[in-house]
C-alpha cells in the first residue's frame, strides 16, 4: 500500500498570510494525487486534482504542484474561510489513501 | 444539481450487521465510479472501498482492515450505491461518506460527496 505523509500536522496564520502544506507518497504516483478540505462537521470538499488541477468553483488563491513522491498544497492568501483540515489523497493505486491531514487555524 | 443522501446509519451492537445506502441524483449514475470513505470521531479521513461502473467492469476494491466483512454494491437501476457491513467492531464506529469518483482526468477525485451517515458500533 501507498503510504501517505503530510506535514506539519497542524499550523496557525493570519489572514493574507501565504500557507504551505507538503505530502510526501511512499511510491512514486505520478501525478494522481488530490487535495481536499473539510470544515468541522461537513462532508470533505475537492480543491485540487491531478496534483494541480483546479477544481471548478474553488478559488484561484489554491494551487498545487509537484509530481512523482513530493506534493505541495499552497494558499497564496489565507482567508477566514480557508480554516478546517487539508488531506492529500493518492488515486495511483487501489487501496488509494489518505494523508493524516493538516488543520489550519486562523490567527 | 448533484446530491448524494447517505441513510441507514445508527447504534449496533459488536458483531452486528448494517447496510448503508447512498442515493444519487443529478447525473448519469450508471456510468459513475462510486466510493465509501470513512471518519472516526476526531479522527482523518479513511478510504473504505470502491465500485467501478458496469462499463468499467464493474470491479469492486476494499481497504485491508474492511476486507471480508464489507460489501460494496450499486443497483442502476434505483441509482443507489450501498454499503454492507458485516462482524462489526468497535473500531468501525465513523461517519460513513459516499462520493463519486471522476476518472475522465486520469486520476480519480471524489468530485461531490454525500453528508455522511454515523454508525456507532457499541453493546
Known amino acids: 500500500d501507498i503510504q501517505m505523509t503530510q506535514s506539519p500536522s497542524s499550523l496557525s496564520a493570519s489572514v493574507g498570510d501565504r500557507v504551505t502544506i507538503t505530502c510526501r507518497t511512499s511510491?512514486?504516483?505520478?501525478?494522481?494525487l488530490n487535495w481536499y478540505q473539510q470544515i468541522p462537521g461537513k462532508a470533505p470538499k475537492l480543491l485540487i486534482y491531478?496534483?494541480?488541477s483546479l477544481q471548478s468553483g474553488v478559488p484561484s488563491r489554491f494551487s498545487g504542484s509537484g509530481s512523482g513522491t513530493d506534493f505541495t498544497l499552497t494558499v497564496s492568501s489565507l482567508q477566514p474561510d480557508d480554516f478546517g483540515t487539508y488531506y492529500c489523497?493518492?488515486?495511483?493505486?487501489?487501496?488509494?489513501?489518505f494523508g493524516q491531514g493538516t488543520k489550519v487555524e486562523i490567527k | 444539481e448533484v446530491q448524494l443522501v447517505e441513510s441507514g446509519g445508527g447504534l449496533v451492537k459488536p458483531g452486528g450487521s448494517l447496510r448503508l445506502s447512498c442515493a444519487a441524483s443529478g447525473f448519469t449514475f450508471t456510468h459513475a465510479w462510486m466510493t465509501w470513505v470513512r471518519q472516526a470521531p476526531g479522527k482523518g479521513l479513511e478510504w473504505v472501498g470502491r465500485?467501478?461502473?458496469?462499463?468499467?467492469?464493474?470491479?469492486?476494491d476494499y481497504a485491508a482492515p474492511v476486507k471480508g466483512r464489507f460489501t460494496i454494491s450499486r443497483d442502476d437501476s434505483k441509482n443507489t450505491l450501498y454499503l454492507q457491513m458485516n462482524s462489526l467492531e468497535a473500531e468501525d464506529t465513523a461517519v460513513y461518506y459516499c462520493?463519486?469518483?471522476?476518472?475522465?482526468?486520469?486520476?480519480?477525485?471524489?468530485?461531490?460527496w454525500g453528508q455522511g451517515t454515523l454508525v456507532t458500533v457499541s453493546s
Open positions: 511510491q512514486t504516483i505520478s501525478n494522481s
Open positions: 491531478a496534483a494541480s
Open positions: 489523497q493518492q488515486s495511483y493505486s487501489a487501496p488509494w489513501t
Open positions: 462520493a463519486s469518483v471522476t476518472y475522465g482526468s486520469g486520476t480519480y477525485p471524489f468530485d461531490y
Open positions: 465500485i467501478l461502473s458496469r462499463t468499467s467492469g464493474g470491479g469492486v
